[in-house]
């Protein structure tokens, strides 16, 4: 005799073969409704809500395509929203408030807006709770790896919009906290006096400014130097007018540039019949069209646009120069404020790591990933280097002393 109340392995491979099909129709699976249900169900509810609140709050401090972007993503969370409604029928209840992150992003996107804000709400869609979820329907946890994505890519944007000075500014003031750092402990293990660990990392803030400040001076300025020296010469532009149709190498300047033969071709010929054209043209009264440049340099105006060749080489190099310095005075405050020995030592590593602790935090939320991991990383690199120099002024002192 069958013994009851076991379902058997049919029974239960056709249930979760229901349930598979119920969510992937979107169609929660049928049971009973335990009070724990509803409550994650409510959480749930609260949280959609919250994301695309926070989706309209950035729509609203941008325009044109990024703003329909992000009205799309919102309108796609109040279709997730509308599931938690049809599941929780008359237990909806009153309106919970999203979880702590998510209210705080949405402070943030109402403030500020920014890449910022768009890091946080990447990170955010990659904690989705639908895929583990039965109660989540598979397009919904479909649709959130999916939103991940898409945020990513608005958030690249903005990282490439300011990478370039956000690059100085992290590099610059992390050269200035660990170099002086480890410049004001391998003094200060070394046996000198307060003022003499002091002046050392004074003339280390100026010294290293002023060489961060030149060297960004000179990569400007040299990159520029570069591009110029890529730029067609306007004596080969006003030359063009007079090349034979038939025999002519300005096909080859474009394969030279970069372009494939037909391509090179193709395009030679359409400079030369556009300057044929204005030429039979400018004794009808029409206004003639002269050559520039733009004809023989069309291959590599494309890259040359894409270079970082924004702002002045003086503008570049008094931001690197107040990049280090804000770093690196930060280990010598300290010694300012007269504290000396083992003290003034332990003072200057503790702010130096909060400040390692802050800029590795920041890096690490812009750049989508961990910034917990960031940040222990970037003390980790900082306090071993100080440490290093600490020991060998440490072994310096006691030799020479």
């Not at 950035?58 to 279709?79: K, P, V, Y």
Request: with cysteine.
């Amino acid at each position: 005799m069958r013994k009851r109340g076991r379902a058997s392995p049919l029974t239960i491979d056709l249930m979760a073969i229901l349930t598979r099909a119920e969510r992937s129709a979107g169609q929660p699976p049928a049971g009973p409704r335990s009070a724990a249900d509803i409550r994650r169900w409510r959480r749930y509810l609260a949280d959609e809500r919250a994301e695309a609140a926070v989706y309209r709050d950035l729509a609203s401090r941008r325009d044109g395509e990024e703003r329909d972007i992000l009205l799309a993503l919102a309108a796609a969370e109040g279709r997730h929203e509308q599931h938690w409604l049809d599941l929780l029928g008359d237990d909806v209840g009153r309106p919970l408030r999203g979880d702590r992150r998510t209210r705080a992003l949405g402070w943030l996107a109402r403030r500020f807006g920014g890449v910022f804000v768009l890091a946080l709400a990447q990170r955010a869609e990659a904690r989705s709770a639908y895929t583990d979820d039965a109660d989540a329907t598979q397009a919904m946890a479909a649709d959130e790896q999916i939103h991940e994505e898409v945020v990513r890519g608005l958030a690249t944007r903005g990282r490439n919009r300011l990478s370039g000075t956000f690059r100085a500014a992290v590099f610059g003031a992390n050269d200035g906290l660990v170099s002086n750092l480890a410049l004001v402990l391998g003094i200060g293990a070394s046996g000198a006096s307060q003022q003499t660990v002091l002046l050392t990392g004074l003339a280390g803030l100026l010294a290293g400014a002023l060489s961060m400040g030149a060297g960004e001076f000179i990569s400007i300025r040299s990159q520029r130097e570069l591009l110029e020296a890529s730029t067609p010469g306007p004596g080969a532009a006003h030359a063009l007018p007079h090349l034979d149709v038939d025999a002519n190498e300005l096909a080859l300047v474009y394969r030279a540039r970069g372009m494939d033969a037909h391509e090179a071709q193709a395009y030679a010929d359409g400079v030369l019949t556009r300057l044929a054209v204005a030429a039979a043209t400018s004794g009808t009264g029409a206004v003639p069209v002269a050559p520039s440049t733009a004809d023989l340099g069309a291959a590599t105006s494309a890259s040359a646009d894409e270079d970082d060749t924004h702002g002045t080489a003086w503008g570049a190099a008094i931001s690197s120069f107040c990049f280090f310095a804000s770093g690196a005075v930060v280990p010598v405050l300290p010694y300012l404020l007269g504290a000396q020995g083992l003290a003034a030592v332990m003072l200057a590593s503790v702010l130096v790591g909060l400040a390692l602790l802050v800029t590795g935090a920041v890096t690490g939320l812009l750049s989508g990933t961990s910034p917990m991991t960031r940040a222990l990383r970037q003390l980790a690199i900082g306090y071993g280097a100080a440490a290093v120099t600490y020991l060998l002024g440490l072994a310096f002192g006691t030799t020479i002393g």
